[in-house]
């Protein structure tokens, strides 16, 4: 599903199983900021099939152990309601915790991806990010010119420095990243 860029919901944790007594939670962090998990810092709640349950405010939360309580669910029977549920932060409230140099992915979709190995020749915009294992990559939108080439429609680029030179969201230049969409 795709959102604008501006209200797109990012998810940055699920909630997982009840621990002790006081409404501990042991918390599943998505997000590759996990600085944002502190005390008095506020979510989106929904549940796993989309229903929104407002904002959640954290009372607690410990780095170590990845446990979470969160104000007004400071007992084992309030808590348990949030089992199985996901925090989620809009674009923008992601955005102000960056710092500079650094960009959230979601910020990256529809850029235009080149290859600059021999000459700078643009191969597509990027739809979407996939984290497989330890390496997230690229799914690229061929460029329709490519496309009536022959070649596939979309394809993917590993972002690692083999293939990925310089990353910014107004272009991601590449090197042999052509040869991986002849691959394809």
Not at 65 to 77: A, D, I, M, S
Not at 96 to 123: A, F, M, R, V, Y
């Amino acid at each position: 599903m795709e959102h604008s860029k501006k209200t797109c919901m990012l998810l940055v944790a699920k909630i997982g199983r009840l621990v002790g007594v006081n409404g501990a939670l042991k918390l599943h962090i998505m997000s590759d900021f996990p600085s944002i998990f502190v005390p008095k810092a506020t979510f989106h709640l929904q549940t796993q099939t989309q229903t929104s349950l407002g904002t959640l405010c954290i009372h607690t939360f410990n780095p170590t152990t990845k446990l979470v309580t969160f104000e007004g669910y400071e007992n084992r029977e309030s808590a348990a309601k949030l089992v199985n549920c996901e925090l989620y932060s809009t674009l923008e409230e992601s955005k102000q915790i960056l710092k500079k140099g650094e960009i959230l992915w979601q910020e990256l979709i529809d850029t235009p991806i080149s290859d600059t190995t021999d000459t700078k020749q643009n191969l597509g915009v990027v739809k979407d990010i996939e984290r497989i294992g330890e390496i997230d990559y690229f799914l690229i939108h061929t460029h329709a010119e490519l496309v009536s080439q022959g070649l596939p429609k979309q394809f993917y680029i590993p972002n690692i420095s083999q293939y990925v030179l310089s990353i910014s969201t107004d272009c991601i230049a590449t090197q042999n990243a052509f040869l991986l969409l002849q691959e394809s």
